[in-house]
């Protein structure tokens, strides 16, 4: 039997559109995109998390030579969230990047470990992430997704090991 997923997103214009707290987040990832470090692939991504007491705990990837001892910005960022705010709930994440090779319109999302890594923070505290994406041009377009189920259908989960 086949069947199909819908995935459900919301589209702006550009971040003008965003109400005041989703504005400032996605231009605290904007910010955090010049952290990063990255000398080998010139692509800098920026992440920012919104926490419910309205703090902004904010992370930039940083790779390393050893490619796989990179870490990816989101995953920074919720690092931080743990040592920061560890019982806080997170009501937003927004994604942002700067491409040192040359600019474009595209926008991007987390790869498959930041997901899950997401995931996991969503199931712990029992309620949505929602995940804003664009990048770092004025007139970006910015994609709002309500969970992180939307980009993870089929998540594993601590129900997955009983």
């Known amino acids: ?26 231009d605290q990832a904007i910010f955090a995109t010049k952290l990063a470090y990255a000398p ?18 904010s992370g930039a990837n940083i790779e390393n030579a050893s490619f796989p001892a990179g870490i990816c910005a989101e995953r920074a960022a919720l690092s931080s969230v743990s040592s920061l705010a560890p019982n806080v709930k997170i009501l937003s994440i ?8 040359g600019q474009n319109e595209s926008i991007i999302s987390p790869c498959g470990i930041c997901r899950q890594v997401i995931s996991e923070y969503q199931q712990r505290q029992g ?3 929602s995940i804003l ?10 994609i709002e997704i309500p969970s992180i189920e939307a980009l993870l259908p089929f998540m594993f989960t601590k129900a997955s090991l009983d």
């Open 94 to 101: 927004a994604v942002s990047y700067i491409n040192d090779n």
């Open 1 to 26: 039997m086949q069947k199909e997923l819908l995935l459900q997103y919301q589209e702006y214009n550009n971040k003008e559109e965003l109400n005041d707290p989703k504005k400032a987040l996605l």
């Open 40 to 57: 080998y692939s010139k692509f800098r991504v920026g992440a920012a998390v919104l926490m419910e007491d309205g703090r902004m705990i």
């Open 127 to 129: 309620s949505p992430i």
């Open 133 to 142: 994406l664009s990048n770092s041009l004025p007139s970006s377009k910015v």
